[in-house]
């Protein structure tokens, strides 16, 4: 009969795979099926999988309840431990399996589950060793003392092992740095993870994802390995993890609001975009205006001149601030108008400039007359690099016929309120990650054209400044 170490153990395995998997998660792109389903939506359906850990780690402590015969002492609080690992196991399986959207939550659950497995791997391997030497002490009597290091000892041996193994693994694979990783990502056909209603279904037009996190140590082997890696140091007022997910997550929904905006406009389809205040996305720690302002406050109006956008917010800096002043804010924040005076201090980059310390964006009204439909991939989690490509194929399913004319078609780049179309990062990564595709050309922002031919040099890279750009050129180029 299998012991519960064997399911304990099998399921430590099954999670570094699945950890390792996630961090070389890009490597088998750009890999699609005959239907068009490309590897970014693999991943979903294969994520299913990583509901083995918990399932494991639940049969290995349900069979040791099973086994178990005394019910009282050490052995109930120990009955007690596998009950705990066996029921968060079972609910975090069941997140994997019934709603893998709530990923925070799911590996919450399941990381509670890990001390209890460990516990009782460590503590029953001891008792069993134990046992084993008073049994033999038993049967044989008191042995001689050269054969005294034949009986086991109480030191859990082998689970000392997997504690140490995995101990080391989690320093390889977890342990931050204090350096940010860029690698290659994967494309996204734009048109597979958009509908317009009543558009068409759309020809091929590929976003395409970097992955930019906090590095571990596996990442310089990667690296060693594999191109296009590249390593930066993180600063040090750089908002913590959790904000920062939080605010590509946001950036992701106001890019998806504003290419949806932009293409029914150039489709002949509602008014487009007016500007609507300054939004605070993110207050950079110990500047001034932290603990002033907050992520999604929305500025009206500095010292009662009104400012519409972020242009209108910079000029008046410029022209009526000096560093060190403070400034009136108007904002609206949660729905409500209230005011807070915000002082500033010299920008690091240009001693004369007056900041804040916040980012900000220009708040946008949409006007979207035709509901979108987006669907959710657990590899895309946000970023406003797409935008233009999205715009692109909004247009293109609004359009009959199509706008992309047979061009396999790729690009990167945000999409602005006036359809220009605005810098991204890792242009270097995107375009190694195109350059494995079939596509027959690459759009990237003017300004990245260079640094984007030095990541693929023999890939059609198309520089643009605007949507109406990559459609005047498609336009010439039908195939």
Known sequence: ??????????????????????????????????????????????????????????????????????????????????????????????????????LVQL??????????????????????????????????????ASKRRLVPHWLPRRGAVVLLVTALLLFALLFPTGYQVTYPG??????????????????????????????????WLYASLLPM????????????????????????????????????????????????????????????????????DIIDKLDGQAVRTVSDMTAYMEKSVKPGATVALTLRRAGKVTQANVATRASADSPERPVFGISV??????????????????AHIGGPSHGAMLTLAIIDQLTPGGVTYGNQVAGTGT???????????????????ISRTDADVFFVPAALEEEARSGAPELNIVPVKTIDEVLAWLAQHKK
Not at 233 to 261: C, F, G, H, R, W
Not at 361 to 378: A, G, I, V, W
């Open 1 to 102: 009969m299998r012991k519960p170490a064997f399911f304990y153990i099998f399921g430590i395995a099954a999670a570094f795979a699945c950890l390792v998997a996630s961090e070389l998660i890009w490597l088998p792109a750009p890999l699609k099926t005959d239907s068009g389903m490309q590897w970014i939506e693999m991943i979903d359906r294969l994520f299913y999988l990583l509901a083995i850990v918990p399932l494991c780690w639940a049969a290995g402590a349900l069979l040791g309840i099973w086994q178990q015969r005394k019910r009282k002492g050490l052995a109930f609080a120990m009955q007690i431990l596998r009950l705990a690992a066996a029921g968060l196991c079972i609910v975090g399986a069941g997140y994997v399996l019934l709603v893998p959207e709530k």
């Open 107 to 144: 590996l919450l659950i399941i990381g509670a589950a890990v001390p209890f497995v460990y516990a009782d791997l460590l503590l029953s391997e001891g008792i069993e060793r134990k046992r084993a030497a008073r049994l033999m002490i038993e049967q044989k009597g008191k042995l001689p």
């Open 186 to 219: 994967m494309t996204l056909n734009m048109n597979r993870y958009a509908h317009v209603e009543g558009g068409q279904q759309g020809g091929t037009i590929n976003g395409v994802l970097v992955f930019d996190r906090p590095a571990v140590p596996a990442d």
């Open 229 to 296: 890696y590249s390593f930066e140091k993180i600063p040090e007022d750089e908002p913590p993890l959790i904000e920062t997910y939080a605010q590509v997550v946001l950036m992701k929904t106001d890019a998806n609001s504003l290419a949806a905006a932009v293409a029914m406009k150039k489709a002949g389809i509602g008014s487009g975009i007016t500007a609507d205040g300054v939004r605070v996305v993110a207050v950079v720690k110990d500047s001034p205006a932290d603990q002033q302002l907050q992520a999604g």
């Open 361 to 378: 964006q220009t708040e946008l009204q949409l006007d979207t007359p035709r509901n979108m439909d987006y669907k959710r991939f657990m």
């Open 415 to 433: 999409i602005e309120a006036d359809g220009s179309i605005g810098l991204i990062g890792g242009i270097k990564q995107k375009a190694y990650a």
